[in-house]
């Protein structure tokens, strides 16, 4: 019976990739191109960037780790107060309210019963995009957007850019963490926080502050079972899943940290996975697209020290 | 306390969209241009059109009902191979055999417990893309696509264009469905189906057959349980949801079909639903996106006589 396969390699924002030998099984032996997997594996010790500690939540439910890196650079109003909920306690108790199919899945506490802020902040002005400048480092990608005039990759981040207005954004691709907000721009306190789990919902692209992304335990969100109320919200306490705690990196002993390493966006193993992932070579494609989608590239992770 | 809400109504190929009622909870009274939900309401019952019992499949799991339609236009061989292989009970007791999470959940037999093909085909030519007639009803986006000259809609399907080729062919949107195969381009015989479960992925565009769209029960398959195995694939017995049974609508008895009914896309309702989403004027909006992704437009679906 052939082999159970249709792609060779991990896709889009997912986290884990394939190693070498697992890709080596499903190739002929006589491919003689670079591929992804072994960029990657072949990728120095420098093209790896270590988890700022403080830039780092971890998201603890009852299944597992969810390890979250935040986007300071982005929205860094945001980020600091949700360090400061976060600090307080805010979350742990808190629940996911949210599973919706194709969409995003959502955290915080349901409505009504949402603890006080403490020191934090209730209102913030937007922080959904932010000044080109020459120092932004910016790994632009060849083919078209439906949504933006560029895009591309900067610091770890997949993003957009405007370069008429000056204006760069984070884009919401599979896996990236949102501040839900009501109609007021600035209602988005960062109590309440969504990850995309399902084809980019670009139109929210500059309508909604960007705060990072899951770079572990992605599945463990995106199985949340779907809320049967309006937009995927849970009816009842007994759907939500409750939070166990949720913490900053910074602030958990350096032992229990979780060592995760992303690949630097401006490093040569990057351009390389790209231009693998944009050209497939691989034995299995009939038709090279040699074209793609901002939120269709892998940014890849390690736990630190791990030769793939 | 705000209200829960990030956005007013269905998005991408997501198969539930809000009632207008209650769209109008979380909207200003005083918005008077056509909503989304106020218009796929207000189409006409000819807008609607039901599906074609002998190209719709139920694939009933423990969980629940899993309605597809069939693509026989886009894959006349394959389809007609798959209800082969249904009619023969063939995947009566096959299973999920895969979850990766952002990318697919396949159905099928574990490697080596496939029971006989009886009278399907076991390889079929490649199905990947069918030549552009002057009789092919086509509404084109008008903005840029990452991977195609040319996206839109034909017959209720998200297609994609190449003029210069003379060709189209059906787009990896979330919800689609096509037949797993090995690295020859014709060992996709229907035996082995996928889903897309996270951000399309465009790439395996022409290089694989497509035969379809989930149109009700998408929630049952994107909420498996991420498989442990290289690409996702489940490990051990256990893991697997066992299938019930696939049958082609047409066999089941009228009074027990699921009676589901698209909205056309050539109707002037779909065309003024995709603006509606292209252009973004609820309140929320504080920036109008002005553009769409062929993956981000909903393809509504509605019990017959189902008033919206």
Redesign the interface.
Known sequence: ???????LSC??????C?TPA?QAANL?ANDSFPQFGDIIAGAPPDAWQALDPRNTLYLDLPQGRVVIRLAEQWAPVTVENIRTLVRAQYFDGASI??S?????V?W?WP??Q?PAFGAARRTIG?E?DIAITPEMPFMALP?????APQVGFSNGWPVARDPERGRAWLTH???MV?V??????N?GSGS?L?VVI???????????AMVGRVVQG??LL?????GSG??G?YETAGERTRIRSVKVAADVPEAERVPLELLRTDSDAFEQAVAS?RS?RE?????P?N??????VPLPVRLAGESR
Chains 1, 2 share one sequence.
């Open positions: 019976m052939r082999a159970h396969l249709i792609v896709l889009g924002a997912a986290l884990a394939e697992e002929p309210i949210r919706q199919d194709n969409y995003v959502q915080g409505r009504g949402a937007p959904f083919d078209p957007d439906s949504y691709c599979y896996g949102g839900a907000r009501g109609d007021a721009p209602s309440e969504y399902g084809h980019a919902p670009r139109h929210l692209d500059r309508n909604i992605m599945e995106s199985t949340m079972p779907r309006n937009l919200f992932r497939r034995a299995w494609f009939v038709e697209t074209r793609i989608n901002v939120c269709n």
